[in-house]
T-cell receptor, first 111, second 115 residues
Framework: DGGITQSPKYLFRKEGQNVTLSCEQN?????MYWYRQDPGQGLRLIYY???????QKGDIAEGYSVSREKKESFPLTVTSAQKNPTAFYLC??????????FGPGTRLTVL | AQSVTQLGSHVSVSEGALVLLRCNYS??????LFWYVQYPNQGLQLLLK??????LVKGINGFEAEFKKSETSFHLTKPSAHMSDAAEYFC?????????????FGQGTRLTINP
């Protein structure tokens, strides 16, 4: 069954800690994306990657880092430099130039 | 720079009534436009998209949208609301179809259906 998986579904972090959110897809898509969703603000692009070993900053990349070592995987690290990390994080993927398909999301809460 | 404005953060309609969710965009190049739906604590699902060609686009679940260049609008409609349509709806714009597609989203409209 093809799709996008994100784990964990819920994540709690203490202030000052780095955490990594997982995103895996088995759709053979080239491009992958990370978005942050806050209430009343829609989705904002954090990072995106068109091919393996290449990625670009989106609109709100500060305090985040990514890697793209495999076509199927695009993990997002929320670093301690991100001042307000509590949010709902969504991963998406697409064939080049085609519709983006979204994963179920990870809700991150900073304690 | 592109932007999207969704008029009304909350819309409430009765079951069986017309659904109209408004979206206006700003783009310096011909836009590609999308409507996504999100159910609570889930990811986004594509409802429909406009790229080129016919300006009236039909999507899933009985929804449709019309691209009006002169009004820079892409409003979403459904003739008869169903309880299962209750969700949050996002309009998005992109200026490219090749390579990575950088979507700019509106702030969302929460649709409530009254029995």
């Amino acid at each position: 069954d093809g799709g996008i998986t994100q784990s964990p579904k819920y994540l709690f972090r203490k202030e000052g800690q780095n955490v990594t959110l997982s995103c895996e897809q088995n759709l053979n898509h080239d491009a992958m994306y990370w978005y942050r969703q806050d209430p009343g603000q829609g989705l904002r692009l954090i990072y995106y990657s068109q091919i393996v070993n290449d990625f670009q900053k989106g609109d709100i990349a500060e305090g985040y880092s990514v890697s793209r070592e495999k076509k199927e995987s695009f993990p997002l690290t929320v670093t301690s430099a991100q001042k307000n990390p509590t949010a709902f994080y969504l991963c998406a993927s697409s064939l080049r130039g085609d519709t983006q398909y979204f994963g179920p999301g990870t809700r991150l809460t900073v304690l | 720079a592109q932007s999207v404005t969704q008029l009304g953060s909350h819309v409430s309609v009765s079951e069986g009534a017309l659904v109209l969710l408004r979206c206006n965009y700003s783009s310096s190049v011909p836009p590609y436009l999308f409507w996504y739906v999100q159910y609570p604590n889930q990811g986004l699902q594509l409802l429909l998209k406009y790229t080129t060609g016919a300006t009236l686009v039909k999507g899933i679940n009985g929804f449709e949208a019309e691209f009006k260049k002169s009004e820079t609008s892409f409003h979403l409609t459904k003739p008869s609301a169903h309880m299962s349509d209750a969700a949050e709806y996002f309009c998005a714009v992109s200026d490219q179809l090749f390579g990575a597609q950088k979507l700019v989203f509106g702030q969302g409209t929460r649709l409530t259906i009254n029995p």
